[in-house]
Every structure is written in C-alpha cells, then in structure tokens.
C-alpha cells in the first residue's frame, strides 16, 4: 500500500505560513495545522489515496480552521486583557545565532519573513472581517485563484474577489501612507535606541511623528497600557518615565518579523518586543508586545532560556504605563 505521509509531512512549512498569515498567532497557527493533519490521519487509507492533491486537501481544512477560529475570535477579544496585537516573530537567523548547540528548531523558524508578516501589515489585516482576511492572503499573498478561495470561504469567485479587493485597497492605503525601506527604518530605530538610552527628549521628538501611536499587549498578565496612546509628547514622558535607565532593560536591536525592531532583556530574559511603523524618517506607530504567552518562541539574550514567566511589576516601555494626561507576494509553496 502507497503511503501518503512523506508528502504530507512536507506541507508544514506551506501551512504553517498560511495560518500565521490569517491569525497572527503562531501557537493558534499550530493548532490549526495539527487539527488538519489530525483529520487526515483520520481518515482511512482508501480516503487519502482518493485525494489528488493531499497539500491542496490540507490547505483546505487549515482555511476553514483559520475561517472558524476568526469568527471565534472576536467574541473571546470582547474579554481579552487591553490591546491584542499579532505575535511578533524573530529571524531564524538571529535566533539560531543565540540557540544554544542541541537545542531543537522552533515552529517560528518556518515562517517566511516578507512584507506579508510585517507587524503593520498584520494589523491591517487583524481590522478585516474573517472573510476578508482569509481571502485576501489565500489570493492576494500565497495566489490561490478564486474558485479554489470560494470553496474555502463559502462564498462564490465573484464574491471572494470583492472580498480581496476591499481589503487590498486597505492593505494599499496603511502601506502608500507608511512605506519606507529597511535600511531607513533601521536607521530611524538605531537613532530611536541610542536617544531613548540617553534620555535625549529632543532627539526622542525629533524621531517620533506628531500624531504617532503606541500600542501594548500585556494579555492581562504584565503590566501594560490598556488603551492606545497617541501623540509624540505624551508617549516620549512615557518613554522617560519607564526608560530602560529606569527599568533596568537592556535594549537589543532585532529584526522583528522582518523589519528591523528593538527587544528589552531584564535578567537575561526577553520581556517586551517592540515593532516600528516608519514614515518620513519619524516612527508613526510603535508596538510593544510584554505578553509571555507570545514572548516564548523569543531567543533570550543568553540563548538558553525563554521568557516564559511575567517580568517585574515596573513597567518598561512607553506603552506600559504612561502618564494620565504591494504587498510582495510570498510564492505559493514558499
């Protein structure tokens, strides 16, 4: 009997990169993955050799997984903790640098960084109904055509093409109004750092938009802002106040799912990541990820243990506490 495991083994790293895509989470995106595989070796033998295309078959059920837990979704966000933001991932490289020799891969490691898991990019994404969203990366990102979108969606072609197309032109207009290159946003995330360290509040306005954001998802377990913050003199006295002087934070410049980005160690352990949307020179929309839950696939800055647990109760970033007062297509396969 012809088995059917080693091709669909191979399939991981496609649908690992598809769910991630869709949810923004990447223990929900193994979750989804595992439930597909589940289901197939569910399936007696005469089944699966019935199935043409076993990667076709297992994008299938991974779409609807990611369809269903979307629609989930928002109704377990109505009790989620403050602000829920996508979980950021490191580089593979960067990562395997700081593993220590015989410690295993993580899933993170088969995730595709390309403009289609930028942190911007993702939040986007998050603002779309279910529908939208899985559309829009099936077609837009990995380039299903729409007969294949609308058997996944439930929905016919012309449906599914309305569906991408709403959601390209926001996807358009987050990327026109922010588009920068690496090396600019590398740059301005450089100067950030240094000025942040040395308490510069001139520099510290210089480098932030006038209008900037700054968002911060703790989960309910460390301490975090529970409502954006908005405005470039509000946010640095937040930096000031919570400053990596103040919180004894080590800051790291890391690439954060594909752009460049600064992690915060505190006794050897990664306790918050932030991400930068970068325009004119000047940060428009900073995020700082402290929640644990999506802390542990981070490399800690000694390469052997992971940020697992809540760090200190003082908050360390201007998202923590402050005062009062188009798009490159990953290729399909990739």
Known sequence: MTTRSAPVTGERRQLINVAYRMLGSLADAEDAVQEAYARWYAMPAGRQEAVGSPGAWLTTVVSRVCLNHLRSARVRREHYVGQWLPEPLADPAERNAARAPGVASDPADLITLDESVGMAFLVVLDSMSPA???????????????????????????????????????????????????????AVVRDLKRAWETNDVDALIRLLDPEVTAVGDGGGVVRTLEHPLRGSERIVRGMLRFGPRQSGQTLLERTVNGRPGLVGCQDGAVVTVYSFGVSGHRVRHLWAMRNPEKLRSWATASGVRRAGRPSPPSPSSPADAAPPPTVSPARRGT
């Not at 299903?144 to 093409?161: K, L, Q, S």
């Open 132 to 186: 939208q969203r899985v559309a829009f990366v099936l077609h837009d990102v990995f380039r299903y055509p729409f007969p294949e979108v609308a058997r996944i969606v439930g929905r016919t072609p012309a449906a599914c093409r309305r569906l991408a197309s709403t959601a390209r032109r926001g996807i358009r207009t987050a990327h026109e109004s922010g588009a920068t290159s690496t090396a600019q946003d590398a």
